[in-house]
């Protein structure tokens, strides 16, 4: 009886491992290096942002590593790991715009006009899950992301301006432009450490194993938690990226 269950056990192994390693061997593994560029944004901009005074391009690095198997001659499917930044630095003018800063070592709450700078940096592993279809030596590709927040950054201040308390009607308080009078925040505490969303992209093979590609991600979730309520408008994170990849196998 023992040596029955060993030999089934065995038999079990050798038609389970046979098809698990051709399905190793059958991957495709890349490299990619590139470099995101957009920022944190409300879907419809709301008449409190008037304009965008300043953007400042930030340490937006992607590197990671991807894993395809090929279906057939067009369908294959994609996953990988990627550590990467989603940040921004940009100054906005803004009106009547909910805010709660610290100037002076006074906190105050209401309603801003003046102008807003943000400083946003979200470290994360990402892995996006695609499929892909091939045309020539381009691949198109399509999925969901999951990333986890790392390390999270949402702080900047208000300045050259002035703060209502409470409603656009309530005392009026003046916001310098000078760094002692300016109106610090800090939300980092209330961002979100999970986010996901939509990737959309092309690789091109211009080499053997050398190829460009670029990729549009779109978050579904907001930066920050549901219960944080101080900006009256969900931020996703929408940034498009360009790089290089190579082909590893």
Known sequence: MKKTIILTVLATL??????????FEDLAYNLRVGYSIGGTAPIDMPASIRKLNKYTLTNNLQLGIDARRKFNDRWGALVGLH???KGMDEDAQVKNY???????G???????TGDVRTN?????????VMATYSVGEVILKAGPYFSYVHSRTFNGDAHNGYLRVGDPTGAKVIIGDQPDTRGHYDFSHNMRHFQWGLDVGADWYFHK??????DISWGLNGIHKSSFKTIEQTLYPIFGTIGIIYKLK
């Open 83 to 85: 550590f990467e930044n």
């Open 14 to 23: 050798a038609f389970t491992v046979a098809p698990a390693k051709k399905i």
């Open 209 to 214: 194993k050398t190829g460009i590609y670029a």
């Open 106 to 112: 006074q906190s105050l709450e209401g309603r801003f």
């Open 120 to 128: 946003v940096a979200e470290w994360m592993f990402t892995v996006p």
């Open 98 to 104: 909910h805010m709660k800063i610290v100037r002076g």
